[in-house]
Each structure stands twice: as structure tokens, then as C-alpha cells.
């Protein structure tokens, strides 16, 4: 067996004598009187590209919707959203570039250096009718905004033209449920007059969180990308069917209640067109009492627990209607649970005050 001594030797200049643990722990020793800095990002270099005649310089990876916005160009969108990754499905915001055969989405397409740009052409403007006219023939665009549903795409439609009417009136809504059932690939030949096709269909009122108004729907994608990988992973809807018979659905269509989802609310957050919505501002909305200008809009922070997510409350007759996060939120994104989107009636219903009116 190999024998092991183990030889003690004393301490050289080289090795000098370790500081006991309580000295240590009794002085410790001097904290840096400054903050360290955070470690330097170098910035992206610039790409110089020319927008409508216009030359223009932006950091490398930045949109020609962001190069747009940064000479005020206004640039219609509609699936498009600041805190998800574009999809490239609603194609109102292309525009045209010199040596390319089609017309580009703005939203997703990066600068490049040289770049030749047209954002109001005839080509740009006759496209961009031609897709608000087959929208407004089949969706109601009344509520539909760029990101929030706000009107103004209606404006948008009144500046390029659009007229929805000339593809005729529109067919009958469907019966409530009817679209759910429509199998991919199952087509029937139209009965009757001709008349313009229509996801018109009533509202589906399932619980008391908020309501899905699928008439409203223009297939931006937006609600599913938030309920999926990009924000909240419950992935309790997607799109069931296909061509015109696509629709935004639950797992077999089933109520929501039933289904997957958690009702933190980030669809509504994200959807541009009224389609989902509030219950309480659909609620009025149908009473006629909804009125934004009157609004008066608080930023605050979720009471909840110690995340710290950011809230917007809109409140209109000492009430609070809805409960929003804004998208450059450094902690939500612009997302938030159901507690911070939907737990607010505890305030609405404050001892000694009087419930609204029926």
C-alpha cells in the first residue's frame, strides 16, 4: 500500500497569511463609491436609403415602416403591432421598391443600403384600395384603426378611394354558430342573387370578461400570436378552416369557459378592430353610452402582486370600463393577466357608491 505524509511548511513572502473569516466578516472591505456602468452596446451602424425623394438615414435593422415613421409618413396598418413580430397578413402597408417585382409589406421588410422607396405611387394606391375594398366588403370595418379599433380606417379608405359597395350588397349574416361547423375544402355554389360573401354573424357572449364579435374580423393573426409563443403560451385559440371559411376558433369550437383559455385579456389588447372586446364596453356600447371623449385615463401599477406591470385605467362616470397596459412597457409588453385586465370591479363596487343605472 503507498504510504501518504503530508508535510507542513512555513509561509513564504510568496504566500502571505489568509485573513480570518471574522475579520472579514467584522470589516469588510470598501464598497466602490460609484455605480459600475453598464458595459457599452455599440450602436448599429446607419443604412442611407430614400423614401418618396427623400433621403433618409436609420440604424441598420430598423423597417421601412419604422424609416417611414421617422419622416412622418403615415403609413396605414392593420395587423400590424409594436410589441409582436410582424406576420404580413393585412398587405395595407406595402409600398413600392425600385428593382423589386411585387410590392413589399413596410411592416417587416428591413432597409437596405441604396434602397429607392415609393409610399403613395399608383401602384401603392391602387393596391392598398383594392384591400381595403375586399375587407369592407366582408368584415365591418366600422370600429377597425392601425393598431387600436378606433375608426380611423375609415379614413384611410376615404384617402385611396375605396368604395366596398361595388362588389354589391352584402349576403344575409350567418346563424349564430353556422361558420363554426364550415369543414376546410367544403365549398357549396352560391343560392339566389349574387351578393358580396360576409363573415357576418352574431356575437358570441359566453361569459363576463368579454365578447368575440367574429364580424368584425379581419384575420390579422394578432390574438393568436398573443395567446401563443409570443406573450402569454396558453395557445387556447388558432385558425380553424381555410380560404374564406377561415376563422379565429377554440379547440373544437367549444365556449370559451370550456376551452384552454385564462382570460388574461391579451387578445383584446392586441386586436385592431373591435372583434374582441370588453364586455363592459360592449355592454355600453350596445346602451349607447360609451363615450371616449369622456374618458379620463390613469397610468398606474397593478396592485396585484410585485411584478410592478404597468396599467392604464380608462374610467368614465367615476367608473372604470377597461384596464389597458401600454406596449412600450419595459415589464408587460403591453400584456398583462386577468387579474391586471379584468380585476377592477372591487373599485367599481366601493361601499357607498350607487350602482349604475340599468
Not at 370578461?209 to 384575420?219: N, T
Not at 383584446?268 to 349607447?288: H, N, Q, W
Request: hydrophobic share 35%; with cysteine; net charge negative.
Amino acid at each position: 500500500m503507498t504510504e501518504f505524509r503530508f508535510e507542513r511548511r512555513p509561509l513564504t513572502s510568496a504566500q502571505p497569511a489568509a485573513q480570518p473569516v471574522s475579520d472579514i466578516i467584522l470589516n469588510p472591505p470598501a464598497r466602490a463609491s460609484r455605480t459600475p456602468a453598464a458595459p457599452a452596446i455599440e450602436a448599429p451602424p446607419e443604412v442611407g436609403l430614400t423614401i418618396d425623394g427623400v433621403p433618409v438615414s436609420v440604424p441598420a435593422g430598423t423597417t421601412i415602416l419604422g424609416a417611414c415613421r421617422s419622416l412622418d409618413i403615415d403609413t396605414p396598418t392593420m395587423c400590424y403591432a409594436d410589441n409582436l413580430q410582424p406576420v404580413n397578413v393585412c398587405r395595407v402597408c406595402v409600398v413600392e421598391v425600385t428593382g423589386s417585382r411585387v410590392l413589399v409589406p413596410a411592416c417587416s421588410r428591413k432597409v437596405e443600403p441604396g434602397m429607392e422607396v415609393q409610399t403613395d405611387s399608383e401602384r401603392v394606391r391602387h393596391s392598398r384600395r383594392m384591400v381595403l375594398e375586399f375587407l369592407g366588403s366582408s368584415v365591418d370595418l366600422s370600429l377597425a384603426g392601425p393598431i387600436t379599433p378606433d375608426g380611423s380606417i375609415a379614413a384611410y379608405a376615404e384617402r385611396y378611394g375605396a368604395d366596398a359597395t361595388r362588389y354589391g350588397p352584402s349576403a344575409p349574416p350567418a346563424p349564430a354558430g353556422e361558420r363554426d361547423t364550415h369543414l376546410a375544402g367544403h365549398h357549396h355554389a352560391a343560392a339566389g342573387e349574387a351578393a358580396a360573401a360576409t363573415v357576418a354573424q352574431p356575437t358570441k357572449v359566453d361569459n363576463e370578461l368579454y365578447v368575440r364579435d367574429y364580424s368584425k374580423c379581419i384575420l390579422c393573426y394578432k390574438c393568436v400570436d398573443a395567446c401563443g409563443e409570443q406573450a402569454q403560451n396558453t395557445f387556447a385559440i388558432a385558425v380553424a378552416g381555410r380560404g374564406f371559411d377561415a376563422r379565429i376558433s377554440t379547440e373544437q369550437a367549444v365556449p370559451l369557459p370550456e376551452s384552454a383559455c385564462v382570460y388574461c385579456g391579451n387578445c383584446i389588447g392586441v386586436c385592431p378592430t373591435g372583434a374582441l372586446m370588453f364586455k363592459s364596453e360592449y355592454d355600453m356600447r350596445e346602451a349607447g353610452t360609451w363615450d371616449e371623449s369622456a374618458q379620463v385615463r390613469t397610468d398606474t401599477i397593478c396592485p396585484y402582486c410585485g411584478v410592478g406591470c404597468a396599467l392604464t385605467l380608462h374610467a368614465q362616470d367615476d367608473r372604470i370600463v377597461k384596464v389597458t397596459s401600454p406596449s412600450d412597457s419595459s415589464v408587460t409588453d403591453g400584456h398583462l393577466c386577468i387579474k391586471g385586465r379584468f380585476g377592477f370591479e372591487f373599485v367599481n363596487n366601493r361601499p357607498g357608491r350607487q350602482p349604475p343605472e340599468s
